[in-house]
């Protein structure tokens, strides 16, 4: 098992920025990609960053040149620098594990850290 334990979210004004970021402990061995989802009142889950082990990135359109994810391997903890906030960026903010297991892949999941962007 894996146990992810995210930090950081909070209220910050238009424009402003947070920096987000989850550790995972347990049994880290075989752990792939790491990052981040977010869900919204009334909305889908839906991705805004991803970082694989070797450090390939993927973004969400929405938050390309404003949000950046980095992960420190040997910390088993990615980070989500978040810029030029927008109120619609408020969302809870979920953290992603995912591992490696035998042959078939694991998800694990933060239990959420509210971010409210409002002025």
């Known amino acids: 098992q894996v146990q992810v334990v995210e930090s950081g979210g909070g209220l910050v004004q238009p424009g402003g920025s947070l920096r987000l970021s989850c550790a995972a402990s347990?049994?880290?061995?075989?752990?792939?990609?790491m990052g981040w989802y977010r869900q919204a009142p009334g909305k889908q889950r839906e991705l805004v960053a991803t970082?694989?082990?070797?450090?390939?990135?993927n973004y969400a359109d929405s938050v390309k040149g404003r949000f950046t994810v980095s992960r420190d391997n040997a910390k088993n903890t990615v980070y989500l620098q978040m810029n030029s906030l927008k109120p619609e960026d408020t969302a809870v903010y979920y953290c992603?594990?995912?591992?490696?297991?035998?042959?078939?892949?694991?998800?694990?999941w933060g239990q959420g850290t509210q971010v409210t962007v409002s002025s």
């Open positions: 992603n594990v995912r591992r490696l297991y035998v042959v078939a892949y694991e998800d694990y």
């Open positions: 347990g049994s880290t061995a075989g752990i792939r990609a």
């Open positions: 970082i694989a082990s070797g450090g390939n990135t």
